[in-house]
């Protein structure tokens, strides 16, 4: 594991990670998830976004079938 102090600076907080996406491309993330045949990165590779903003769609989408509004 790389120490605190060898991490890549450029990658660390929220300039690493996705920002908001379309509806519908979380609608498809949903979808091609739901599938079973993809997994993360590849519907983030498919829909051009980074896996993150796939995940945190996913793990939304879960929250609120399950009637909580996790945010």
């Known amino acids: 594991m790389i120490g605190?102090?060898?991490a890549d600076i450029r990658k660390t907080g929220s300039s690493a990670?996705?920002?908001q996406i379309?509806?519908?491309q979380a609608l498809?993330?949903?979808v091609l998830w739901n599938s079973?045949?993809?997994d993360t990165k590849d519907i983030?590779?498919?829909l051009r976004l980074k896996e993150d903003q796939i995940v945190r769609t996913l793990h939304?989408?879960?929250s609120v079938a399950k009637g909580r509004a996790d945010r």
């Open 4 to 6: 605190l102090d060898q």
């Open 17 to 19: 990670m996705g920002g």
């Open 22 to 24: 379309e509806s519908s």
């Open 28 to 30: 498809a993330a949903i």
């Open 36 to 38: 079973g045949h993809f």
């Open 44 to 46: 983030a590779d498919v």
């Open 60 to 62: 939304a989408a879960r």
